[in-house]
């Protein structure tokens, strides 16, 4: 690097830390750290200003599935920016792109879904839900169903409804939450959480704690339940085969709306376009957001099965809800480019048949080292749990210094990986080829390896 970029990247940096407040993060320990700036990608890499490639086994945020550097998608774009950039779906109108988008997007969802509300990300898609639900039971004659059921250690946005949601301590305790008429019921993690109980038993007890949270609260009091498919943020945690089946039986029998958020598991993350179709339910909503576009431009939205739909549009009237960017354009615009490319390449079967197997198989032969507990894998979206002793499933005392300590390895070595406490997240792009698998595989062994000599002393 010549010492004017070499200048260049460090004055970008001093304005990061000047002046950008960064999500989720401890500012003053990353101002000085200094950050990593990302200036370009190409199909399953990411290159950062310093000229250092990186595979992104992570997909930006769990959303890049059509991988980077997609000209189609710019070029439709642009089209759309200089056919018309922006207009609103208020006050009776519409855009092209918008209804096509809706329409394309229930081609896939399954006979039930027939509409799309759209939001600007998946944070916005869960608050619209959680309107959407309530209004729907005070329409039905039922307006004490407001309560809604989620997950600890589930999640589903950072707004004050999706945090809410969403089952983790750490984002309640900071803005006094969760907000009132939100429960949370355990989550279904077998490997840490199951005790001497197998798989199936675990995730029967895990589901009729649904039922036991409704007899508690009133089934007349109940609004809905909401999980994500496959656990995403809160560690890859696939449930027992048990678990969702008798999810959807206890939400039929007890009259209360069951909700798929499909944010990060929507559009051929699994293996099929959403998540709840792996696990062979139908849900009553649905929010999605990031694989929608790939990532490309910000856009969300709420799937309405017809049970709600249908109420929404014949008796609810107006539905006072909504944001300026509800249907953006140019972001619809890029959306359908990305649906069409999923669709012509085929990557939704590419995950299910071929490089979904692939991966599997590439992570499963880690489970030779001795710091591996387990390997979980549905489509191109796993976990490696980390453990200090497999054979009685005993977990390391520090979880965080066993996930950094692997996650910061493979950075050094040009992969990027997520590490929820003591698990290691993959979600790489969808167009991820079989050599790319290797690369990644390759590079976590190592630094399993690595991270097992660190732990064990």
Known sequence: MSNS???????????????????????????AAGTRIIERGEGSYIFDNHGKRYLDGFAGLWCVNIGYGRKEIADAVL????ELPYYNTFFGTTTPPAVLLAQKITSHAGPNINRVFFTGSGSEANDTWF???????????KPTKKAIIARKNGYHGSTVAGASLGGMKWMHEQGDLPIAGVHHID????YGEGGDLSSDEFGLKMARQLEEKIDELGEDNVAAFVAEPIQGAGGVIVPPATYWPEIARICKARNILLVCDEVICGFGRTGHWFGHQHFGVEPDLAPIAKGLSSGYLPIGGVMVSDRVGNVLVEEVGDFNHGF???GHPVCAAAALENLRIIEDEKLVERVHDDIGPYLAAGLKSLEDLPIVGEVQQVGLMAAVQLAEDKATRKRFEDKEKAGVTVRNHCLENGLVL???GDRMLFSPPLVITHAEVDEMVDITRKGLEHAWKVMAG
């Open 79 to 82: 089209r759309q920016m200089n």
């Open 131 to 141: 309107r959407m639900a309530r209004v729907y039971w005070g329409a039905m004659g």
């Open 324 to 326: 300026t960017y509800s």
């Open 418 to 420: 997520r590490a929820t």
């Open 187 to 190: 989550q279904p993690f077998w």
């Open 5 to 31: 970029s070499a200048a260049a990247a460090s004055n970008l940096g001093a304005l990061d830390a000047a002046h950008h407040l960064h999500p989720f993060s401890d500012m003053k320990k990353l101002n």
